[in-house]
Protein backbone atom coordinates (compact mmCIF):
# COMPACT_ATOMS: atom_id res chain seq x y z
CA UNK A 1 0.00 0.00 0.00
CA UNK A 2 1.06 3.95 -1.09
CA UNK A 3 1.21 5.82 2.15
CA UNK A 4 0.72 9.44 0.72
CA UNK A 5 1.32 12.07 3.64
CA UNK A 6 0.25 14.98 4.63
CA UNK A 7 2.18 18.80 4.32
CA UNK A 8 2.15 18.36 8.32
CA UNK A 9 4.18 14.73 7.61
CA UNK A 10 6.44 16.00 4.81
CA UNK A 11 7.22 18.96 7.10
CA UNK A 12 8.37 16.81 9.71
CA UNK A 13 10.11 14.65 7.22
CA UNK A 14 11.67 17.49 6.39
CA UNK A 15 12.89 18.44 9.27
CA UNK A 16 14.45 15.12 9.66
CA UNK A 17 16.25 15.68 6.40
CA UNK A 18 17.69 18.36 7.38
CA UNK A 19 19.44 16.42 10.23
CA UNK A 20 20.35 14.10 8.15
CA UNK A 21 21.86 16.10 5.58
CA UNK A 22 24.02 18.00 8.51
CA UNK A 23 24.67 14.26 9.20
CA UNK A 24 25.85 13.37 5.75
CA UNK A 25 28.07 16.56 5.39
CA UNK A 26 29.41 15.50 8.62
CA UNK A 27 30.89 12.33 8.25
CA UNK A 28 31.50 13.17 4.59
CA UNK A 29 34.27 16.14 5.86
CA UNK A 30 35.78 13.14 8.34
CA UNK A 31 36.54 10.62 5.48
CA UNK A 32 40.43 10.76 4.95
CA UNK A 33 43.20 7.96 4.82
CA UNK A 34 43.87 6.06 7.98
CA UNK A 35 40.15 6.07 9.22
CA UNK A 36 38.21 3.19 9.90
CA UNK A 37 34.59 2.85 8.75
CA UNK A 38 33.85 2.46 12.24
CA UNK A 39 35.26 5.66 13.52
CA UNK A 40 33.29 7.18 10.75
CA UNK A 41 30.01 5.27 12.20
CA UNK A 42 30.46 6.75 15.63
CA UNK A 43 31.42 10.55 14.54
CA UNK A 44 27.19 9.68 12.34
CA UNK A 45 25.78 8.13 15.22
CA UNK A 46 27.00 11.02 17.82
CA UNK A 47 26.15 13.82 15.70
CA UNK A 48 22.42 12.57 14.74
CA UNK A 49 21.83 12.27 18.52
CA UNK A 50 23.04 15.21 19.52
CA UNK A 51 19.76 16.80 17.34
CA UNK A 52 16.82 15.98 19.74
CA UNK A 53 14.35 13.66 18.97
CA UNK A 54 16.86 12.33 16.35
CA UNK A 55 17.95 8.52 16.04
CA UNK A 56 19.99 6.62 13.35
CA UNK A 57 17.32 4.73 11.45
CA UNK A 58 19.91 2.04 9.92
CA UNK A 59 20.42 1.03 14.02
CA UNK A 60 18.81 -2.52 14.78
CA UNK A 61 17.09 -1.82 11.51
CA UNK A 62 16.59 -5.61 10.20
CA UNK A 63 19.07 -6.74 12.33
CA UNK A 64 21.94 -4.18 10.98
CA UNK A 65 24.21 -2.81 13.88
CA UNK A 66 25.71 0.03 12.33
CA UNK A 67 24.11 3.78 12.32
CA UNK A 68 25.44 3.81 8.59
CA UNK A 69 26.12 1.20 5.67
CA UNK A 70 29.69 2.32 4.76
CA UNK A 71 31.08 0.48 1.75
CA UNK A 72 34.49 0.73 -0.07
CA UNK A 73 35.24 0.40 -3.29
CA UNK A 74 33.64 -2.62 -5.21
CA UNK A 75 31.19 -2.69 -2.64
CA UNK A 76 27.57 -1.28 -3.52
CA UNK A 77 25.90 -0.94 -0.50
CA UNK A 78 25.27 -2.39 3.17
CA UNK A 79 28.98 -2.46 4.25
CA UNK A 80 28.96 -2.83 8.18
CA UNK A 81 31.17 -0.57 9.94
CA UNK A 82 34.10 -1.77 11.20
CA UNK A 83 37.68 -0.84 13.23
CA UNK A 84 39.41 -3.52 10.77
CA UNK A 85 38.46 -1.49 7.65
CA UNK A 86 40.68 1.98 7.32
CA UNK A 87 40.29 3.95 4.60
CA UNK A 88 43.37 3.92 1.97
CA UNK A 89 44.04 7.24 -0.26
CA UNK A 90 42.61 6.34 -3.83
CA UNK A 91 39.53 4.43 -2.27
CA UNK A 92 35.86 5.43 -2.56
CA UNK A 93 33.60 5.10 0.16
CA UNK A 94 30.01 4.95 -0.33
CA UNK A 95 28.05 6.28 3.04
CA UNK A 96 24.30 5.62 3.32
CA UNK A 97 22.42 7.36 6.19
CA UNK A 98 18.66 7.22 7.66
CA UNK A 99 17.27 9.23 10.13
CA UNK A 100 14.08 8.87 12.54
CA UNK A 101 12.81 11.88 13.67
CA UNK A 102 9.31 12.46 15.09
CA UNK A 103 8.07 9.27 14.09
CA UNK A 104 8.77 9.70 10.05
CA UNK A 105 12.13 8.25 8.30
CA UNK A 106 14.36 9.98 5.51
CA UNK A 107 17.27 8.93 3.60
CA UNK A 108 20.43 9.75 1.65
CA UNK A 109 23.40 8.14 0.71
CA UNK A 110 26.77 9.96 -0.90
CA UNK A 111 29.91 8.77 -2.17
CA UNK A 112 33.26 10.12 -1.05
CA UNK A 113 36.29 10.22 -2.57
CA UNK A 114 39.48 9.28 -0.42
CA UNK A 115 42.26 11.78 -0.91
CA UNK A 116 43.30 12.08 -4.65
CA UNK A 117 41.25 9.02 -7.51
CA UNK A 118 41.92 8.31 -10.36
CA UNK A 119 39.60 9.84 -13.47
CA UNK A 120 38.03 6.91 -13.97
CA UNK A 121 36.98 6.93 -10.80
CA UNK A 122 36.19 10.39 -10.44
CA UNK A 123 34.19 10.36 -13.50
CA UNK A 124 32.09 7.20 -11.75
CA UNK A 125 30.94 9.54 -8.69
CA UNK A 126 30.14 12.68 -11.15
CA UNK A 127 28.12 10.23 -13.48
CA UNK A 128 26.86 8.88 -10.51
CA UNK A 129 25.73 11.94 -9.18
CA UNK A 130 24.41 13.52 -12.04
CA UNK A 131 22.01 10.53 -12.62
CA UNK A 132 20.43 11.44 -9.26
CA UNK A 133 19.46 15.01 -10.24
CA UNK A 134 17.79 13.48 -13.48
CA UNK A 135 15.82 11.51 -12.04
CA UNK A 136 14.90 13.97 -9.58
CA UNK A 137 13.69 16.63 -11.61
CA UNK A 138 11.46 13.55 -13.40
CA UNK A 139 10.04 12.80 -10.08
CA UNK A 140 6.68 15.18 -10.05
CA UNK A 141 3.11 14.98 -10.57
CA UNK A 142 1.59 13.52 -13.51
CA UNK A 143 5.11 11.45 -14.44
CA UNK A 144 5.40 8.14 -13.91
CA UNK A 145 8.03 5.72 -11.88
CA UNK A 146 9.14 5.20 -14.97
CA UNK A 147 10.23 8.15 -16.20
CA UNK A 148 12.60 8.65 -12.87
CA UNK A 149 14.51 5.15 -14.27
CA UNK A 150 14.63 6.04 -17.57
CA UNK A 151 16.04 9.10 -16.93
CA UNK A 152 18.93 7.79 -14.72
CA UNK A 153 18.93 4.94 -16.73
CA UNK A 154 19.70 7.72 -19.58
CA UNK A 155 22.67 9.20 -17.90
CA UNK A 156 24.48 6.01 -16.83
CA UNK A 157 24.49 4.35 -19.85
CA UNK A 158 25.33 7.43 -21.62
CA UNK A 159 28.69 7.08 -20.02
CA UNK A 160 29.40 3.66 -20.40
CA UNK A 161 28.57 2.61 -16.96
CA UNK A 162 26.07 -0.14 -15.55
CA UNK A 163 23.00 0.73 -12.93
CA UNK A 164 22.43 -1.77 -10.63
CA UNK A 165 19.10 -3.71 -10.84
CA UNK A 166 19.06 -5.69 -8.07
CA UNK A 167 18.54 -2.89 -5.64
CA UNK A 168 16.29 0.03 -5.79
CA UNK A 169 15.00 3.20 -4.10
CA UNK A 170 11.50 2.45 -2.32
CA UNK A 171 8.30 4.69 -0.60
CA UNK A 172 9.77 6.16 2.75
CA UNK A 173 8.05 7.95 5.76
CA UNK A 174 5.53 6.44 8.35
CA UNK A 175 7.79 3.14 7.78
CA UNK A 176 11.73 3.33 6.12
CA UNK A 177 10.87 0.85 3.02
CA UNK A 178 7.35 1.55 1.94
CA UNK A 179 5.89 0.87 -1.62
CA UNK A 180 6.61 1.74 -4.15
CA UNK A 181 10.16 0.28 -5.59
CA UNK A 182 11.62 3.26 -7.52
CA UNK A 183 14.11 1.22 -9.94
CA UNK A 184 17.09 3.13 -11.78
CA UNK A 185 15.87 1.73 -14.84
CA UNK A 186 12.79 1.63 -16.95
CA UNK A 187 10.91 3.36 -19.78
CA UNK A 188 9.37 6.32 -19.78
CA UNK A 189 5.18 6.86 -18.87
CA UNK A 190 4.98 3.19 -17.44
CA UNK A 191 4.64 2.54 -13.99
CA UNK A 192 3.08 3.92 -10.89
CA UNK A 193 1.83 7.51 -12.01
CA UNK A 194 3.55 10.03 -9.30
CA UNK A 195 0.67 12.42 -7.14
CA UNK A 196 1.50 14.93 -4.38
CA UNK A 197 2.06 13.80 -1.27
CA UNK A 198 3.88 10.62 -2.59
CA UNK A 199 7.18 10.34 -0.88
CA UNK A 200 10.62 8.54 -2.41
CA UNK A 201 13.93 7.67 -1.65
CA UNK A 202 15.76 7.58 -5.27
CA UNK A 203 18.96 6.17 -4.93
CA UNK A 204 20.86 4.87 -7.94
CA UNK A 205 23.71 2.48 -7.44
CA UNK A 206 25.73 2.82 -10.47
CA UNK A 207 29.12 -0.06 -11.23
CA UNK A 208 32.25 0.73 -14.18
CA UNK A 209 31.66 -2.73 -15.06
CA UNK A 210 28.39 -5.06 -15.29
CA UNK A 211 25.28 -4.35 -13.47
CA UNK A 212 25.41 -8.25 -11.85
CA UNK A 213 25.84 -8.13 -7.65
CA UNK A 214 26.53 -10.47 -4.98
CA UNK A 215 26.00 -10.89 -1.28
CA UNK A 216 29.08 -11.61 1.14
CA UNK A 217 29.52 -14.26 3.62
CA UNK A 218 28.96 -11.39 6.16
CA UNK A 219 25.04 -11.49 4.60
CA UNK A 220 25.01 -7.75 4.24
CA UNK A 221 27.52 -6.35 2.03
CA UNK A 222 27.05 -6.19 -1.25
CA UNK A 223 29.63 -5.94 -4.36
CA UNK A 224 29.88 -6.32 -7.96
CA UNK A 225 30.53 -9.55 -9.39
CA UNK A 226 33.08 -7.80 -11.86
CA UNK A 227 35.00 -6.17 -8.67
CA UNK A 228 34.99 -3.04 -10.75
CA UNK A 229 33.86 -0.10 -8.27
CA UNK A 230 30.30 1.25 -7.70
CA UNK A 231 28.64 4.75 -6.54
CA UNK A 232 25.85 5.17 -4.81
CA UNK A 233 24.07 8.97 -4.27
CA UNK A 234 20.54 9.00 -2.16
CA UNK A 235 17.83 11.82 -1.74
CA UNK A 236 14.67 11.31 -0.24
CA UNK A 237 12.35 13.53 -2.08
CA UNK A 238 9.09 14.69 -1.68
CA UNK A 239 6.37 14.83 -4.60
CA UNK A 240 4.26 18.05 -4.31
CA UNK A 241 1.64 20.04 -6.40
CA UNK A 242 4.32 22.32 -7.83
CA UNK A 243 7.01 19.73 -8.26
CA UNK A 244 9.12 18.44 -5.53
CA UNK A 245 11.01 18.98 -2.72
CA UNK A 246 14.23 17.61 -1.79
CA UNK A 247 13.80 16.61 1.95
CA UNK A 248 17.33 15.76 2.30
CA UNK A 249 19.46 18.31 0.22
CA UNK A 250 22.28 20.06 1.94
MG1 LIG B 1 19.89 4.86 1.96
MG1 LIG C 1 17.16 3.97 0.51
Redesign the pocket.
Known sequence: MIQLKSAREIELMAEGGRILAAAVRHVRQAVRPGISTLDLDLEAEEFIRSHAGATPAFKGLYGFTGSI?ASINQEIVHGIPSRKRVLVEGDIISI???VAYRGYFT???TTVPVGTVDDETARLLEVTERSLVAGIAMAVPGNHLGDIGAAVQQVVEGAGFSVVRDLVGHGIGVEFHEEPQVPNYGKPKRGLKLVPGLTI?I?PMVNVGGPMTRTLADKWTIVTVDGSRSAHF?HTVAISESGNGVLTAA
Do not use: L, Q, R
Request: glycine fraction near 10%.
Open positions: CDVGDSAAEE
